[in-house]
């Protein structure tokens, strides 16, 4: 109902601002709440493989992501924070195939470009693909 859906909506966004401020436990709670309130809202689900992302939970936040996908094929921020998880799990094909997919659908995307050159040089094996210039840790 559309009350569900008001609800859910308004604890994605508490989720998002709590994920920004460097929140991650209380962004988890309130994705969590939103999926409670409408287990569809695709900003919930998002949000909630970006804060396993940012803790390191580089499965979760694959498992998460792909669901996303799933869901919303049209969103180049779910294949760019699926490209990070899996570039920073190990799995550098997978990396730069999500990270090219995101450039498809939006080719200004400078995180995933970032993503891309990193995770080529890594599949490649070459020295420095764990430093991309965005100071993450790949």
Do not use: H
């Not at 309130?30 to 803790?55: H, R, T």
């Not at 200004?108 to 100071?135: F, H, L, Q, V």
């Amino acid at each position: 109902d559309d009350e569900a859906a008001g609800m859910a909506e308004f604890y994605a966004k508490a989720g998002d601002a709590a994920l920004r401020s460097g929140d991650p436990v209380s962004a988890a709670s309130n994705y969590s709440k939103a999926l409670a309130s409408n287990p569809k809202n695709i900003d919930a689900v998002i949000g909630l493989g970006e804060v396993a992302l940012s803790q390191g939970q580089y499965g979760p936040a694959i498992t998460q992501l792909k669901k996303a996908a799933k869901v919303a094929p049209r969103r180049a921020r779910i294949y760019t924070l699926l490209g990070e998880a899996y570039l920073n799990s190990g799995n550098a094909v997978a990396a730069e195939a999500s990270f090219k997919k995101a450039l498809t659908l939006d080719p200004d995307d400078a995180r995933a470009r970032t993503g891309t050159n990193a995770s080529s040089r890594a599949a490649r094996g070459c020295p420095g693909a764990g430093s991309g210039e965005s100071g993450r840790s790949w």
